[in-house]
């Protein structure tokens, strides 16, 4: 709740907590996911070759990796963002 034109400490530290148990939640459900990716694809592993999976599971780790810290706010332009805010008051 804004109290004159500001967050209050507690809520803003609720805030901030909520955001690493979601990224917390979010990290460790990707981890599993990518467990079960990985496993399906090992039965391809004969017909493409370990360095072709390697490179598709890189390529799912980077987009997941890239989608959480978009969506979770936690991008370099961000937190530069919420320095500024936190700077000028508005945090």
């Given at each position: 709740m804004l109290r004159s034109g500001h967050l209050a400490y507690g809520e803003i530290r609720d805030?901030?907590?909520?955001q690493l148990q979601?990224?917390?939640?979010?990290a460790l459900l990707w981890?599993?996911?990518r467990a079960l990716i990985e496993g399906?694809?090992?039965?391809?592993l004969c017909e493409l070759g370990r360095k072709t999976i390697q490179k598709i599971l890189a390529g799912l780790?980077?987009?997941v990796e890239g989608f959480l810290n978009d969506a979770l706010q936690i991008t370099?332009?961000?937190i530069?963002?919420?320095?500024?805010?936190?700077?000028?008051?508005?945090?």
């Amino acid at each position: 709740m804004l109290r004159s034109g500001h967050l209050a400490y507690g809520e803003i530290r609720d805030r901030q907590t909520g955001q690493l148990q979601v990224l917390t939640y979010a990290a460790l459900l990707w981890q599993w996911f990518r467990a079960l990716i990985e496993g399906a694809w090992e039965a391809l592993l004969c017909e493409l070759g370990r360095k072709t999976i390697q490179k598709i599971l890189a390529g799912l780790d980077q987009t997941v990796e890239g989608f959480l810290n978009d969506a979770l706010q936690i991008t370099p332009e961000q937190i530069s963002a919420q320095s500024k805010a936190e700077k000028l008051g508005y945090l």
